[in-house]
């Protein structure tokens, strides 16, 4: 079964720096692209950054020149260097994985079970 396990969130002053790490796991065969989506209280769920199997990566404008996306694509893990936090940044953020080819499960689009940040100004 494919799950996706993210660590590395916490509390962090503004200004300061976190590293959130997701693994994929279990029978996995190959994959589109991994990203971060975050959800702030009563906002929708966001892509935050996303980086494709070719390495090629995109970010939301308010991340852009913080936030860095990373993988280790031979074990189908993920990371994201978050700089310069601010208060704003605040989310729940979850590990997202894209169009997933599998051996012993049906596939798809696969989602971690979030990882809380919180930065106090």
């Known amino acids: 079964q494919v799950q996706l396990v993210e660590s590395g969130g916490g509390l962090v002053q503004a200004g300061g720096s976190l590293r959130l790490s997701c693994a994929a796991s279990g029978s996995i065969v190959s994959l589109t692209a991994m990203g971060w989506y975050r959800q702030a209280p009563g906002k929708q769920r966001e892509l935050v950054a996303r980086?494709?199997?070719?390495?090629?990566?995109s970010y939301a404008d308010s991340v852009k020149g913080r936030f860095t996306i990373s993988r280790d694509g031979a074990k189908f893990t993920v990371y994201l260097q978050m700089n310069s936090l601010k208060p704003e940044d605040t989310a729940v953020y979850y590990c997202?994985?894209?169009?997933?080819?599998?051996?012993?499960?049906?596939?798809?689009?696969?989602w971690g079970q979030g990882t809380q940040v919180a930065v106090s100004s």
């Open positions: 997202h994985a894209e169009e997933v080819k599998a051996v012993k499960d049906p596939g798809g689009d696969f």
């Open positions: 980086i494709t199997g070719d390495g090629l990566t």
